[in-house]
């Protein structure tokens, strides 16, 4: 191992591993420890497994990860795999089952001191007892309404360790319960491009890269930064899109490709591939496209015979962007300056040079998280649309080239399923209650502290109505909402109303100081699984390895839901009488017998000792390709079948700020010169991580010291700004607004422009203490963003929608509190 003896035992010591593990044994290990170490040739056995930062192989000795090096397919991997170490070994890992002091003391009921993170080491048996009699209450005194298990959020890999499967068809086997529609990813996007284009497109595959590459000749990145975010993927990712990315950058090197970024500030991927930057003024990326929209159909750019033929609604666009509709605004470039920064001139030489060739546009999913979100992406369609290329070889437009290597050549085999997450057909729950009282069982994924803090409000969603329910218990596993969602504050207020919280993970997260029962779950690399490689290539089957066995009293999700189904007599049912790799071989073999015919697989013992199975890769695709070619036969899935500019059904749900055809409407609070920004000048950009996936490896130690400014989470700032401010490279600063205030460490850059400040969102939540309006000691951008849905349409989050203040924190810096676990009580 890397560690040294000394920093072995201090790190034992400071996870109180002594009291689980005994003296004797910690001695061992510490020696162990030292020579691997000293050992020239090291000791141990490789072992092979996956995550969202691709797979790996890991060299264990003595019962521990001593080394992980990257997976020999993955010719670019992240460095992020050197956090892996520090997930496993986090001193922020659940140790035993724990339960809330209060919530024991006040019978069960108390929620006033939710989140003062006092805990009681319970056992097991004890633990899991409450959360069933919880389940029987809730259904005994109230109904399905009460209950709230319908999370989201990036669970760990693995086809058949999946926590949100195992939690819900655990729980749903006991009765049913309130669920969720949509993610905070792509809340907006998924919902307005079904009216637009008939599909989600944000999870679709979308055209490949060797098709751009020999066929683009002006890629425009919009609010997108691949190089940062292609880290990642939902299964195990393998990185296989940095080797079209180097080619990219070779042909803007040689003067082959225009490739623009627009985009605030100067991104990663701008710096990485060279290219040009459009700097856009932040959430006002519509009126920009307008003013490309007015000069493409003033100067004659745009393709008549594809709107004609493609599209339905162009002529009742018209009138809003001419202004001769109700509001008499001309969507000019010299309107459009005013808003977005962009000079008139230069917005008519962006407008003609995207007609100049072949032109790919690709959208982020930032710039859809915000007020009035479904917007940029229905304009964006517009631009498309005008343009005429959609549907053609490396032209059109993209809202997925960016996420677990969408655009990748692809093979033709099937993926491996998963645990089954319901119910199984013809079993009924223990308490069969359907009748949920009027409320809605189906709410917007976003919409849940609202359903808290307003219960029975009927809300507009997507063309119908919402009745929010009142939640009393709320079960989580491997969820972290205390660092997806927004307004800190708010939140608090809302869980102190709540009957019960449950939660189940391997690290003390932020929702764990705000839960009341609290379960150990191992992590993925202590138990087996198989996964995907590559989620969108299926490249693959990987093995998943159990590295080491599981720390501490942690078990796996199907250990825990396992028990917790022996409780109400399910257990058989939950498990269909199998065992942990039991259920692996037969997914394995599903997936096998799937492929028999185009893509033959070796018998399970085989693959489990290789560690994979590769898929030959040779397949391309055109996005929207079918549709050009025959619009009839090929529809698109909206009312039409037609590209829709204007949507008769969209309009006919009278909604305020989601008409017929995609508009420009002022966002609540707005930097550079919009609303608030003279109390809070600077816009708050809280986008993915570069150096973890969203919360998960926050809590990586030594990771983490690689990019913490003295252990704060970096906020980024312009250099004039930090001196007007008087803030230097590395102070400690304070970041607020009327919602709340977080410390951070100053990190002073030219890539962001003035007004422009940067945290990125999943930075854990540590309050410094339990009031409302506490400060939050570690820098998490949600103590002060804004929870309010983009629109009656979606009701998605609007996390961008955010303009706050920073100064120089003076005085003693109070002590981080977000990594440190939970108080333990006697």
């Keep these: 191992m890397s560690l040294s003896r000394r920093k072995f035992l201090q790190g034992l010591a400071t996870t109180s591993a002594a009291s689980v593990i005994g003296p004797g044994l910690l001695m061992q290990a510490a020696k162990a420890a030292e020579e691997v170490t000293q050992s020239t040739e090291p000791p141990g056995v490789w072992k092979v497994t996956g995550s969202h930062w691709g797979a790996f192989r890991a060299r264990i000795y003595n019962g521990q990860v001593a080394e992980i090096k990257p997976f020999e397919l993955d010719k670019h991997p992240t460095d992020m795999l050197n956090g892996i170490k520090g997930i496993i070994y986090s001193p922020s890992r659940i140790r035993y089952p724990m339960v ?116 683009t000749k002006t890629l425009i990145w919009w609010s997108n930064d691949p190089i940062k975010n292609s880290q990642v993927g939902w299964q195990c990712e393998t990185h296989g899109s940095y080797g079209y990315y180097a080619q990219l950058k070779d042909k803007v090197a ?35 496209m307008l003013g490309i929209a007015h000069t493409l159909y003033k100067e004659n750019l745009y393709d008549k015979q594809f709107l004609e033929i493609y599209t339905l609604g162009f002529d009742e666009f018209l009138p809003y962007l001419l202004g001769t509709g109700k509001d008499k605004i001309e969507k000019t470039p010299e309107w459009a300056e005013k808003i977005c920064g962009v000079k008139a001139d230069d917005i008519r030489k962006f407008a003609r040079r995207l007609v100049k060739d072949r032109t790919m546009i690709m959208f982020g999913w930032a710039v859809q998280r915000q007020q009035h979100g479904e917007q940029p992406y229905w304009m964006g369609a517009v631009l498309a649309s005008m343009l005429g290329q959609i549907g053609l070889p490396g032209g059109g437009i993209s809202y997925s080239h960016f996420y677990s290597g969408v655009g990748l050549p692809f093979s033709t085999a099937a993926g491996p399923g998963g645990f089954p997450r319901n119910v199984d057909e013809g079993q009924e729950p223990v308490w069969n209650n359907n009748d949920f009282k009027g409320y809605s069982a189906v709410i917007p994924v976003a919409r849940w502290i609202d359903s808290i803090m307003e219960p029975g409000k009927k809300i507009k969603y997507n063309g119908g109505n919402v009745v929010l329910p009142d939640i009393k218990m709320m079960v989580f596993s491997g969820c972290n909402p205390w660092n997806h969602h927004q307004q800190r504050n708010r939140m608090k207020q809302a869980f102190r109303k709540l009957q019960t919280v449950i939660n189940i993970d391997y690290t003390w997260t932020p929702t764990c100081r705000f839960s009341d029962i609290v379960l150990p779950a ?195 700032i312009n250099p004039d700004d930090a001196k007007k401010k008087g803030i230097k490279d590395g102070d400690i600063v304070r970041v607020f607004n009327d919602r709340g205030q977080l410390l951070a460490g100053a990190v002073l850059s030219e890539d962001y422009p003035t007004g422009v400040i940067r945290i990125y969102e999943g930075a854990w939540f540590g309050p410094l203490n339990n009031d409302i309006g506490a400060i939050d000691t570690y820098g998490d951008p949600n103590t002060v963003t804004i929870d309010i849905p983009t629109s009656q349409l979606a009701q998605a989050t609007s996390a961008n929608t955010v303009v706050v203040d920073i100064e120089k924190f003076t005085g003693k810096v109070p002590p981080v509190t977000s990594f440190s676990g939970p108080i333990y009580v006697s």
Aim: glycine share 6%.
């Design 100 to 215: 809330r002091l209060d919530w024991l003391k006040k019978n069960k009921y108390s929620g006033e001191t939710r989140g003062n993170n006092r805990f009681v080491r319970v056992t097991w048996d004890e633990a899991l007892d409450l959360f069933y009699q919880e389940l029987q209450r809730i259904q005994k005194d109230y109904g399905p309404w009460a209950l709230h298990a319908g999370q989201t959020g990036w669970r760990e890999t693995g086809q058949f360790q999946s926590c949100t499967s195992h939690m819900q068809r655990a729980v749903g086997m006991h009765g049913n319960f309130i669920k969720k529609v949509g993610d905070y990813s792509t809340g907006a996007g998924q919902t307005i491009l079904p009216y637009v284009l008939g599909s989600t497109e944000v999870y679709a595959q979308a055209t490949t890269w060797t098709t751009i590459l020999k066929e």
């Design 254 to 288: 040689k003067g082959e490709l225009t490739m623009i970024s627009v985009d605030p500030v100067i991104s990663k991927s701008q710096k990485y591939f060279g290219c040009e930057h459009q700097y856009v003024n932040p959430q006002t990326d519509v009126p920009f």
């Design 522 to 716: 191992c992590t993925q690399f202590e138990r087996n699984d198989l996964d995907q490689y590559g989620t969108y290539s299926t490249s693959g089957v990987l093995a998943m390895h159990k590295l080491v066995d599981p720390l501490y009293h942690s078990k796996t999700d199907f250990q825990i839901f396992t028990e917790l189904t022996e409780r109400f007599g399910k257990s058989k049912q939950y498990t269909r009488g199998m065992t942990e790799m039991q259920w692996i071989q037969e997914l394995y073999n599903n997936c096998r017998d799937a492929n028999k015919d185009k893509n033959p697989m070796p018998e399970f013992n085989e693959f489990w000792q290789n560690g994979i199975v590769e898929f030959k890769t040779d397949q391309t695709y055109v996005s929207h390709e079918a549709f050009r070619n025959d619009p009839e036969i090929n529809s698109l899935g909206t009312p039409s079948g037609f590209i829709e500019i204007y949507s008769r059904k969209i309009a006919r749900y009278n909604y305020e700020h989601c008409q017929g055809h995609p508009m420009w409407f002022e966002k609540e609070e707005r930097s550079h010169g919009g609303p608030k920004s003279n109390q809070f000048p600077f816009w708050l950009q809280s986008c993915h991580p570069n150096k973890r996936l969203h919360s998960q490896m926050c809590d990586s130690e030594k990771y983490r010291n690689t990019y913490a400014v003295k252990d704060h989470e970096p906020v980024y």
